[in-house]
């Protein structure tokens, strides 16, 4: 039984993982907390379902279509609203990504309506890979890991290793010092958004097929994303992925051992009490500012 409840800590913690990769990516560029992050993975992932069911299109081009067309809107939605705002502040940024949130939960309803519809994909949570007394694992199960696997490696490749990382932790570490040295700040900080947006893409996608597709599949995902990375500390991309995998481990352990309903609790108790205790969250560094 802890074997099996260890592999759906991880699962659970590679998802909350990536949502809390999506929101750090935007938080790092530009210090502003998106939570129009989890709509934004919900309106990709009816793309996906679109492109199976309507288009026929095999899983592959659908999800290279759904990346795009969530690189597009997070771009969009930066060169839009966030970069368009009169004398902006925090507050201002944290209202508009909210009232984005309500446009495309709207907007969601409006087209597709609140009907729950099971999204299917080629790896199946019922599907069994391997079977031993103490846990099953499961194609989905697997399938989970490895693309959250497969996608921390890939921003770890693409932020050490190529000149757009370089770009973009330039842009994230001083953005006028980065605009004299020739870099396009604003695209760059477009580019974080399509790339955040991406990631969210990909979490929806997961979490689908053991939910249902409807506007509210990732409110859930979300505050749990965003716990996360409270919990790793929003600036640092490997804390955050380490607060996911603690997030899911204890979530479950909580609703094992103490309660299932009170399970979602968690989530909030962890951002309070970090908040409180270490606002920097537990990996990144709290800089207090002397005059």
Not at 4 to 14: D, E, F, K, P
Not at 258 to 279: D, G, H, Q, R
């Amino acid at each position: 039984m802890i074997a099996q409840l260890i592999i759906n800590s991880i699962v659970a913690g590679s998802i909350y993982a990536l949502m809390a990769l999506a929101m750090s990516i935007i938080y790092k560029a530009s210090e502003i907390p998106n939570f129009s992050q989890g709509e934004m993975a919900m309106v990709s992932t009816y793309i996906t379902f679109i492109l199976l069911t309507a288009a026929g299109l095999p899983f592959l081009l659908a999800l290279a279509g759904t990346l795009a067309f969530a690189f597009i809107l997070g771009f969009l939605f930066e060169f839009i609203f966030i970069r368009r705002a009169k004398e902006p502040n925090l507050l201002g940024f944290i209202i508009i990504t909210l009232g984005f949130q309500l446009v495309l939960y709207g907007f969601a309803g409006w087209k597709w309506g609140s009907d729950q519809r099971t999204f299917t994909l080629p790896f199946s949570e019922s599907e069994v890979i391997y079977r031993t007394d103490s846990f099953v694992l499961t194609e989905h199960n697997l399938a989970s890991i490895l693309i959250a696997v497969a996608i921390m490696l890939g921003l770890y490749l693409l932020l050490q290793h190529t000149k757009l990382g370089l770009a973009m932790k330039a842009s994230q570490q001083n953005v006028k010092a980065a605009r004299f040295n020739g870099i396009p700040t604003n695209r760059i900080l477009g580019i974080s958004f399509g790339i955040s947006a991406m990631v969210g893409a990909i979490a929806g996608v997961l979490v689908a097929p053991i939910t249902t597709l409807d506007p509210t599949m990732m409110w859930d995902p979300l505050l749990k994303g965003f716990a996360a990375a409270v919990l790793g500390g929003l600036k640092s991309l490997p804390g955050v992925v380490i607060g996911g995998l603690l997030l899911g481990l204890i979530e479950n352990l909580f609703g094992f051992y103490i309660s299932l309903e009170f399970k979602s609790v968690v989530a909030f108790a962890i951002i309070i009490v970090v908040l409180f205790v270490k606002p920097s969250g537990l990996f990144d560094k709290h800089y207090v500012r002397k005059v």
